[in-house]
């Protein structure tokens, strides 16, 4: 295995009876990369990440992420990874800083560690008002960047964000990249899915899924160049369409 | 929901031990006098000096009374036929005919005891009034008169209801609060959240048990405290053992929910689970009916029915002061039971699907 890929898939695959969701798909991630993971409703996306993240039994093929098997080191995977998954997850009955605190225990930080961290978390993302108020009340931008900044709590080699955008204004959506950005700056691998095509052209590499199989994957330019379009919405029209 | 977690439960103890008892007041009686003597007078009035007989009226026929009997009108028919007291006096024995309505068996059973006593009572009379008559110098021979009632008049029925309901108070509420967890974070998506972190399976179980083994153990505390106040319930065991018998209880209540929550994908599913097993936990549980009159299948049954234990225990421990070695087949059987419930609980958490 390479020591630059994190995520290495080859004929990852994964079955409910029939219907196969992800169909045999073979990528890798490289270290530090921005890799956007694009695909219509219903192509597999999804489905893909959670056989990443070790939530999901593949029904063949096999996947190393951050050098450890999908398939039979699950738990080494998930203390090396954040998620964050397109539904809201973290506790609506519990306070921005109660939630901190739990998923930090979780990971294993130190009394200390959790303390900087919520400290640091709050200040960045200027939650000192509602910093106790409970997370349920709070509106869906500021949940979500709060998840995307508990998912990189314990510091992740790589996390995956699940449509994390979905159903947020522009201007969130424009600081939610500023987070991504930072966060890849440090070092942190990002996997990132999403339907806004806008957000595909900030990827440093992208792959479209279509029917559960990765039909291109290469940087926005090369694949704009490929198909001889102006934009990555026209790249995903094409391959979406057939 | 804390507040509603107590007091909810709470009221129900209140409520349900007034309300929960096995006395039979208030019977309906009615009679059917075809005799009309003093002998028969003599007998009705027996019944109308007890406390638990309602006299409500003479029926002239044998079908009114049947009528009203299937109207609900009366409990009780006593029929005294003619010549009653002629028979009595003549022949020193007559027959006396009695209609229960059996609707509700136990209560049928309860009043026939009654009806019987009352006349057993009068017949003792009788024969005294008859010995009198006939033969006047020998005095009645003193029989043995204690009387073999297996319905205990003294008997505080809220001391024995009061333990029995808190039982089920714990047991419910634990059991649905755990049922209904895990299935909860399956539905709001936490649950995946949480599996995507590296924490353990059996850490994430205890993590589960711990704050519903504190309410539990909380509602016990202020179950006990109501039922030395307001019911005035002996305490007369160690409330250390009871605290301790409850704690390792309650885990195999916990346990069992949480294995319910795993294995369900929605609420709804689960609170049907919780149920199925509730009721049929409760009414196996010797708490309203004795195990011991139960067929020999539903005898083994009750041999996995948790609440029958703890039923035993509390009733054994507050009511006879039961020490640690008369309650040890109970509390090792726990034990077992608790260890079995958890480790299926961590078993059946999967983190992977």
Known sequence: MNNTNVIQAEGLTKMFGDFTAVNAITFEVKKGEIFGFLGANGAGKTTAIKMLIGISNPTSGQAHVAGFDVSTQAEDIKKNIGYMSQKFALYDDLTVKENITFFGGIYGLTKIKIKEKTKELIEDLGLEEVANQLVGSLPLGWKQKISFSVALLHEPKIVFLDEPTGGVDPITRRQFWEMIYRASHQGTTIFVTTHYMDEAEYCDRVSIMVNGKIEALDTPKELKKQFQVDSMNDVFLKLARG | ?353
């Not at chain 2, 409520?15 to 003093?38: G, Q």
């Not at chain 2, 409990?75 to 006396?96: G, Y």
């Not at chain 2, 029925?157 to 909860?184: E, H, Q, S």
């Open chain 2, 1 to 353: 929901m804390l507040p509603i977690i107590f007091v909810l439960p709470l009221l129900q103890l209140v409520i349900l031990s007034n309300a929960a008892t096995f006395e039979v007041k208030n019977i309906k009686f009615a009679y059917i006098d075809n005799d009309r003597s003093s002998s028969s007078r003599a007998l009705i009035e027996k019944f109308e000096a007890s406390t638990y007989f309602n006299v409500l009226s003479n029926f002239p026929s044998e079908a009114l009374a049947s009528s009203a009997m299937l109207k609900g009108e009366v409990d009780v028919v006593l029929e005294i036929p003619s010549h009653f007291e002629r028979n009595l006096q003549k022949e020193k024995r007559a027959n006396l005919g009695i209609t229960i309505n059996a609707i509700d068996g136990a209560a049928a059973g309860v009043e026939n005891v009654y009806v019987t006593q009352i006349i057993q009572s009068y017949n003792k009379h009788i024969k005294t009034d008859l010995m009198q008559i006939s033969d006047a110098q020998i005095k009645p021979v003193n029989i043995d008169t204690i009387p073999l009632f297996w319905y205990n008049e003294t008997l505080n029925y809220k001391t024995y209801m009061v333990p029995g309901i808190l039982v089920l108070l714990v047991t419910m509420i634990t059991l649905f609060l755990a049922g209904m967890n895990i299935v909860r974070e399956k539905e709001i998506g936490t649950l995946e959240q949480i599996n995507v972190t590296p924490i353990k399976k059996s850490q994430f179980i205890i993590g589960k048990l711990f704050p519903f083994w504190i309410i539990g153990m909380g509602l016990l505390t202020i179950g006990l405290l109501l039922a030395r106040l307001i019911f005035d319930v002996p305490m007369v065991g160690s409330l250390l053992l009871m605290y301790g018998y409850t704690s390792i209880y309650i885990l195999v209540i916990l346990g069992m929910g949480l294995f319910i929550s795993n294995f369900t994908d929605t609420q709804q599913q689960a609170m049907f689970i919780a149920w199925f097993f509730m009721v049929i936990f409760i009414l196996m549980s010797g708490l309203f009916t004795p195990i011991e009159s139960m067929p020999e299948w539903a005898q083994i049954l009750t041999e996995f029915n948790p609440i029958k234990y703890f039923v035993e225990v509390m009733r054994m421990v507050m009511l006879k002061g039961s020490g640690l070695m008369d309650i040890l087949p109970q509390l090792i059987k726990t034990i077992v039971y608790a260890l079995i419930m958890n480790g299926l609980a961590v078993w059946s958490y999967k983190k992977t699907s």
